[in-house]
């Protein structure tokens, strides 16, 4: 059995028995809640008086985030959750045992799938600050591949292979941890990282995010429609109409701000939900195609492949041989 069946099973407890790693139990998230790749608004990481760094349990049926930054690194192990997280510029659907670390500063989301059915988020979170040991400890001789590894989180990191399952028994170590062997275990967990040859960057190399939340209310406006009507026709100009923009200067905020035309944004989204549909469902492509807003099948090979590089019937097979 691997690191990460073992995490999903039992010893993550709905209530974790000590104070180190707070649980959180969330609301429903409401539609005007949801946010995609926008203008991020900075998030205070709510780390207590006897914590040097903050670790908690995420249950419930969404994460209760927006499209937010902070200052600290964050480390994300994703136990159970049916939705699609955005990192930079990066939109992937969510699997169980995705494990992910974020740069400092680096705008990202979880965002659960209302449609996900009776899919609970079970995850695990950890943010840090790199000064959590004094502004020099990352300085020192022995910690330079640590020093290495957050400055190349600054685009997101994927971990996969071994190295995730390793990670993920650490993060469950982590969370029953007090006093200085919570800070060994976080420690453990970056020096394992820093010598892994199997960390993938999430944001592109040219993502450069706009930390501002100016115009956070007109873009929740326009993110909000788009989500509402995803498995419809989405055109610029309603959606400009959302945002009380004419239709050429919501195409210069909206690429301006994400990094992507309205169409390609959309795109990324209907596919993510794809890629979900087809890893948990039997039916038809077609079906599919249509439930995630395309309108012929032509068009839904079309998008996927540029997107996943596959064909939706081609990822389906990878996925089942994957599971075999």
């Given amino acids: 059995m691997s690191s990460f069946s073992f995490l999903a099973g039992s010893k993550i407890r709905t209530t974790v028995r000590n104070s ?14 949801y946010t995609g ?18 670790c908690e349990v995420v249950r419930g049926p969404g994460y209760g985030a927006t499209w937010h930054f902070h200052p600290e690194y964050q ?26 670390l974020v740069g400092s500063n680096l705008p990202h989301v979880w965002q659960q799938d209302p449609e996900g059915g009776r899919t609970a988020v079970h995850a695990i979170v950890v943010r840090f600050l790199g000064t959590l040991l004094g ?20 685009r997101g990191l994927r971990v996969t292979g071994r190295t995730r399952d390793a990670v993920a028994e650490r993060l469950q170590r982590l969370v029953e941890s007090k006093g200085l062997s919570r800070v060994a275990e976080l420690l453990t967990i970056l020096e394992m990282l820093a010598q892994s040859r199997e960390l993938q960057p999430i944001a592109s190399a040219g993502f450069v995010p706009i930390l501002s939340s100016d115009d956070q209310g007109r873009m929740e ?12 026709t989405i055109d610029r100009a309603t959606v400009a109409h959302a945002a009380h923009l004419s239709e050429g200067a919501f195409s210069r905020f909206f690429k301006l ?46 998008r996927f492949r540029e997107i996943t590089r596959l064909t939706p019937r081609d990822y389906r097979r990878q996925l089942q041989r994957s599971a075999a």
């Fill in 257 to 302: 701000r994400t990094g992507k035309t309205l169409p390609e944004y959309v795109n990324e989204l209907r596919v993510g939900r794809a890629c979900r549909l087809l890893a948990a469902e039997e039916r038809k492509v077609t079906d599919i195609a249509l439930d995630c807003g395309f309108r012929n099948l032509a068009n839904f090979n079309r």
């Fill in 75 to 100: 480390i994300t192990l994703v136990l159970r959750s049916s939705g699609y997280r955005l990192v930079g510029d990066n939109i992937t659907p969510l699997t169980s045992g995705d494990l992910v």
């Fill in 37 to 54: 790749a926008v203008k991020p608004v900075f998030e205070q990481t709510p780390r207590r008086q006897w914590e040097s760094f903050h």
């Fill in 20 to 33: 180190y790693c707070q649980p959180l139990r969330l609301s429903p998230p409401r539609a005007d809640r």
């Fill in 135 to 154: 502004r020099d400890f990352f300085e020192i001789p022995e910690a330079a591949a640590v020093k290495r590894l957050l400055r190349r989180a600054a």
């Fill in 221 to 232: 406006r326009v993110i909000a429609h788009i989500h509402a009507h995803l498995t419809e």
